[in-house]
């Protein structure tokens, strides 16, 4: 259960050498007023997706690889190809989840929880999260990127998650990495490579069955 809630919001632990010369952003409704406007004319993603997850009992990470589709409205499918297949999908407010034991669908609808993780899912990877209520975020850039650190504020969201952060280039204003700390100390992070942005993505992508 932890993995899939792990994976699907989405979910890195950028290193000290990876937030040299990070500073607060100079000037912050610029900023949110450009990301804003990137995430609206975000109509889908596909790309491949590599995630490293840290476990404090294990010395080496546990790295996993796979593609990744993203499409409006609030339309999320991970699924992993190395070194297991797994599969995770969010349609709206349901879930499915698939691997070798067990091929299941979840309502959301009435489990904050899930609700939650839809919400935090399409966030991340659509670039709304700073219309997200249940976190306080700090916005830095350096010359490449700006970081998201978000914070959350409500008790469920903080038995899962110390914190977000988000890894985002200013070329084009996408996320490139997103990182889920939690609370024991082990981070998961997922980075995106071969991204396509507003390519056509059939629904059946989707499909809850």
């Known amino acids: 259960m932890r993995r899939w809630i792990m994976a699907g919001c989405c979910l890195l632990a950028l290193n000290a050498a990876a937030q040299t010369g990070f500073k607060p ?8 007023q450009q990301f804003a406007k990137a995430a609206q004319n975000t109509q889908s993603i596909k790309s491949d997706f590599v995630q490293e997850k840290n476990l404090n009992m294990l010395s080496e990470k546990i790295v996993s ?53 839809s919400k935090i899912t399409a966030d991340c990877v659509q670039g709304n999260v700073l219309g997200n209520k249940d ?31 988000l890894l985002v280039d200013k070329k084009d204003l996408s996320v490139v990495k997103i990182t889920m700390h939690e609370p024991s100390g082990d981070d998961t992070m997922i980075s995106f490579t071969q991204k396509e942005m507003n390519v056509n993505i059939p629904d059946e992508t989707f499909a809850l069955k």
């Not at 797994?86 to 499915?96: A, E, H, P």
């Not at 916005?139 to 959350?152: A, G, I, K, R, S």
Request: aromatic share 14%.
């Open 25 to 32: 952003v100079g000037n912050l409704e610029a900023f949110k």
């Open 135 to 165: 976190f306080t975020t700090k916005v830095q850039e350096n010359t490449q990127y700006y970081l998201l650190q978000m914070t959350p504020v409500t008790k469920g969201l903080k038995d899962f998650f110390a914190s977000i952060e």
């Open 65 to 117: 690889k796979g593609k990744f589709w993203f499409k409006k409205e609030n339309k999320v499918r991970m699924e992993y190809l190395s070194p297991t297949h797994y599969l995770m999908i969010v349609n709206g407010k349901s879930f499915r989840i698939k691997d070798s034991r067990s091929d299941r669908s979840i309502a959301a609808s009435g489990n904050k929880l899930f609700e939650q993780i």
